[in-house]
Antibody, heavy 117, light 109 residues
Framework: EVRLVESGGGLVQPGGSLRLACAGA????????MNWVRQAPGKGLQWVSY????????YYADSVKGRFTISRDNAKNSLYLEMNSLSAEDTAVYYC??????????WGQGTLVTVSS | SYELTQPPSVSVSPGQTARITCSGD??????AYWYQQKPGQAPVLLIYRDRERPSGIPERFSGSSSGTTATLTISGVQAEDEADFYC????????????FGGGTRLTVL
């Protein structure tokens, strides 16, 4: 059974930083591309970032480019999202998802990031 | 960038057929994907590559695409199908950035 478990969310002040993690299990993590997708309260889904299986290819949404950094450690079956210069607009549930050929086949349960003073 | 447009809401009675559309200029060139999200839960993949259904997804969920419109059809709607539905596609030049439609709330009357 494929499992994705996010962690690291919480309350952070505007301008602050946070690091999210996603642990994968039940599949060969190192073989798969991964995405971060977020959902602001009461809003729709927004793709945030992508990383290839080897970390050689990385993409970001324009709204987070220059502030967020995606990375992975295949030896630890883990995906990360380093978030800096956070603002209220970054408040959302952040999901990690396994990216199977252009779509998100499996999703974690999400971790809530709240940016507020 | 590009946009995918969905109706905000669709309502049907139990046993009827619900159709949720997703419109976008990229759809003649790229596949459409559909997700279902129930309150407080993570999205679940319903349809990939326009019409393919992952294992475990009931046959009453089907997808199609023609021109600039992709359609998710739910036949014999059940009360448990009440949820938000999102379409997703890719940029015309490649897979990323991914773009999601705004979502459609399905209400089972």
């Amino acid at each position: 059974e494929v499992r994705l478990v996010e962690s690291g969310g919480g309350l952070v002040q505007p301008g602050g930083s946070l690091r999210l993690a996603c642990a994968g299990a039940g599949f060969n993590f190192s073989n798969y591309e991964m995405n971060w997708v977020r959902q602001a309260p009461g809003k729709g889904l927004q793709w945030v970032s992508y990383i290839s299986s080897s970390s050689l290819t990385i993409y970001y949404a324009d709204s987070v480019k220059g502030r967020f950094t995606i990375s992975r450690d295949n030896a630890k079956n883990s995906l990360y999202l380093e978030m800096n210069s956070l603002s209220a607009e970054d408040t959302a549930v952040y999901y990690c998802a396994r990216a199977d050929d252009g779509y998100n086949r499996y999703w974690g349960q999400g971790t809530l990031v709240t940016v507020s003073s | 960038s590009y946009e995918l447009t969905q109706p905000p809401s669709v309502s049907v009675s139990p046993g009827q057929t619900a159709r949720i559309t997703c419109s976008g200029d990229v759809l003649p060139k790229q596949y459409a994907y559909w997700y279902q999200q129930k309150p407080g839960q993570a999205p679940v993949l319903l349809i990939y590559r326009d019409r393919e259904r992952p294992s475990g997804i009931p046959e009453r969920f089907s997808g199609s695409s023609s021109g600039t419109t992709a359609t998710l059809t739910i036949s014999g709607v059940q009360a448990e199908d009440e949820a938000d539905f999102y379409c997703q596609s890719a940029d015309s030049t490649g897979t990323y950035p991914e773009v999601f439609g705004g979502g459609t709330r399905l209400t089972v009357l």
